[in-house]
């Protein structure tokens, strides 16, 4: 069974830093694009982040700059290296892994970032 396990949320001042941690279990990592995504109350989810399993990355225009991912395929992790963090941040962020060719797509259950003074 695939489980995405997020972790390291929580609550940080603007302009501060946060560390997203998304560990895969029951799949095959490295055969899988990985991403993250966010969803602000009353706002639809929206792209944050993918790696590929080619490593290229692929980053929205309004984390450009301030966000970085990271994968490790032999721990079976993504990372979220989130700084810079702005109050329009605040979202509960979702891992996600999916392997368009096979029509594979899973979600894990979030994590709660918050950022505000």
């Known amino acids: 069974q695939v489980q995405l396990v997020e972790s390291g949320g929580g609550l940080v001042q603007p302009g501060g830093s946060l560390r997203l941690s998304c560990a895969a279990s029951?799949?095959?990592?490295?055969?899988?694009?990985m991403a993250w995504y966010r969803q602000a109350p009353g706002k639809q989810r929206e792209f944050v982040a993918q790696?590929?399993?080619?490593?290229?990355?692929t980053y929205a225009d309004s984390v450009k700059g301030r966000f970085t991912i990271f994968r490790d395929n032999a721990k079976k992790i993504v990372l979220l290296q989130m700084n810079s963090l702005k109050p329009e941040d605040t979202a509960l962020y979702y891992c996600n892994a999916h392997d368009n060719l096979r029509g594979l797509d899973y979600w894990g259950q979030g994590t709660q970032v918050t950022v505000s003074s």
């Open positions: 790696i590929a399993r080619t490593t290229t990355t």
């Open positions: 029951g799949m095959s990592f490295s055969i899988y694009d």
